[in-house]
């Protein structure tokens, strides 16, 4: 019973964004996150990236910046159409290996083999569970000591409607919630900070994770 529920929010949360036009609009505001000022190339400049994981990869906006810093680099989404676009985009590197995932874990990348993990402009849509599930199985093929950055959602939404009425389709999540999965996953909070998105103030949070 838990397995088909987490399925079907899988199922809510990846739906709106087939065939979305969100993936063209984006990489219009790429290089502002990796701007020197932007927290999350703060953050991201701490990671290993012998092995690194971008999960929800979208359309490779992200993967393209990096990709001839990283000793190997799986790109994951749920979705077929973001996996066959980041082949077209990015298949000439030999360093990147696209894979379509189950949309709640990080399978089939083995256990304790990543350096890194990193996720932006996309667990702020994921449901507490599916992100519970994230962080579980983070810990999983972290190696000890590697890291996970996680832009997450810090809006305490109402629980009773789509998250796509919410402000910027963000879905339910506190940072009260967040490092409780994070305790049960094994995994130590290194930082974390609030994130104003729009014109919200305290939209969203970015937090660094480690397994120690």
Known sequence: MAGRKIKDSVEIVAEPWIGSPY??????????????????????????????????????RHAERIQDKVGRLYLMDVLDENIAFCKNRLSKNQRIEFMKNDGY??????????TAIFCYDSMVHFSPDIVASYLAD???????????????????????RHFGQNPHARNYMTFRLFQSFAEMAGLTIV???ALKWGNDPDLDRISLLRKD
């Not at 996150?33 to 092995?51: G, I, N, Q, T």
């Not at 983070?138 to 009773?160: I, P, T």
């Open 23 to 60: 993936y063209t609009d984006a990489e219009k505001s790429t290089s502002v996150f990796w701007s020197d000022e932007s927290p999350f190339r703060r953050y991201f400049d701490e990671l290993d990236l012998d092995v690194v994981i971008e999960l929800a990869c979208g359309h490779g």
């Open 105 to 114: 874990t990080f399978r089939p990348i083995e256990a304790n083999s990543v």
């Open 138 to 160: 983070a810990y999983r093929v972290l190696k000890l000591h590697g890291l996970a950055l996680f832009h997450h959602s810090n809006y305490a939404a109402q629980q009773d």
């Open 191 to 193: 930082k974390s900070e």
